[in-house]
Nanobody, 123 residues
Framework: QVQLVESGGGSVQSGGSLRLSCAASGYDFSTSLAGWFRQAPGKEREAVARLSTEGNTRYADSVKGRFTIFRDYAKNTLSLQMNNLKPEDTAMYYC?????????????????WGQGTQVPVSS
């Protein structure tokens, strides 16, 4: 059974930084496409970043240059370093994992989802 558990969320002021982590059980991040998504109150879920099995990254335009997605192979975790946070980054952030490779940011491509971690950014 695959389980994804996010951590690292919490309140932060505008301009601050946070690092989100996603620990997996029953799943190997090094062998499949994985990514981060977010959903703000009253808005639809949107893709934030994805990491392919080849190590290629892709980001939403709104976070380019501020967020970095990466894997820790030894710990089998997927992380999202978020710098220069803005109030509009406020959302529930979800870790997601696909079966197999690819490079999609389409949520339907992702099979497994964590429960989410809240990130409120105050101005």
């Amino acid at each position: 059974q695959v389980q994804l558990v996010e951590s690292g969320g919490g309140s932060v002021q505008s301009g601050g930084s946070l690092r989100l982590s996603c620990a997996a059980s029953g799943y190997d991040f090094s062998t499949s496409l994985a990514g981060w998504f977010r959903q703000a109150p009253g808005k639809e879920r949107e893709a934030v970043a994805r990491l392919s099995t080849e190590g290629n990254t892709r980001y939403a335009d709104s976070v380019k240059g501020r967020f970095t997605i990466f894997r820790d192979y030894a710990k089998n975790t997927l992380s999202l370093q978020m710098n220069n946070l803005k109030p509009e980054d406020t959302a529930m952030y979800y870790c997601a994992a696909a079966i197999g490779g690819g490079d999609s940011l389409d949520a339907s491509r992702y099979r497994y989802w964590g429960q989410g971690t809240q990130v409120p950014v105050s101005s």
